[in-house]
């Protein structure tokens, strides 16, 4: 059974970081890419960040280029996002995702699904 699990999510005030770090199971995550997503309460699901499996390609939103960083270890089958300088419109349920392809920021060409973590930003 394949699984994904988000952990790192939690409340800070504006300005503060926070990093998220994924985790996998059940596949191979090297040969994935993996996505970062956020929902908030009446939006549609965005893709903030995806890097790819092997070249390191990044993608991100244009509301967080310059203030969040994917990385991924491949040695570690794990894939982090650094949030720094946190807005209040960050706050949202942030999920990670996996998908057999290239970088993809739309939420409808990934495979597999973590059941998200919790940021709010609030001060």
């Known amino acids: 059974q394949v699984q994904l699990v988000e952990s790192g999510g939690g409340l800070v005030q504006p300005g503060e970081s926070l990093r998220l770090s994924c985790a996998g199971s059940?596949?191979?995550?090297?040969?994935?890419?993996i996505g970062w997503f956020r929902q908030s309460p009446g939006k549609e699901r965005e893709g903030v960040a995806c890097?790819?499996?092997?070249?390191?390609?990044?993608l991100y939103a244009d509301s967080v280029k310059g203030r969040f960083t994917i990385s991924r270890d491949n040695a570690k089958e794990t894939a982090d996002l650094q949030m720094n300088s946190l807005k209040p419109e960050d706050t949202g349920v942030y999920y990670c995702?996996?998908?057999?392809?290239?970088?993809?920021?739309?939420?409808?060409?990934?495979?597999?699904w973590g059941q998200g973590t919790q940021i709010t930003v609030s001060s």
């Open positions: 995702a996996a998908r057999w392809g290239p970088p993809s920021k739309v939420p409808d060409e990934f495979d597999y």
């Open positions: 890097i790819s499996s092997h070249t390191g390609g990044t």
């Open positions: 059940g596949l191979f995550l090297p040969h994935f890419a």
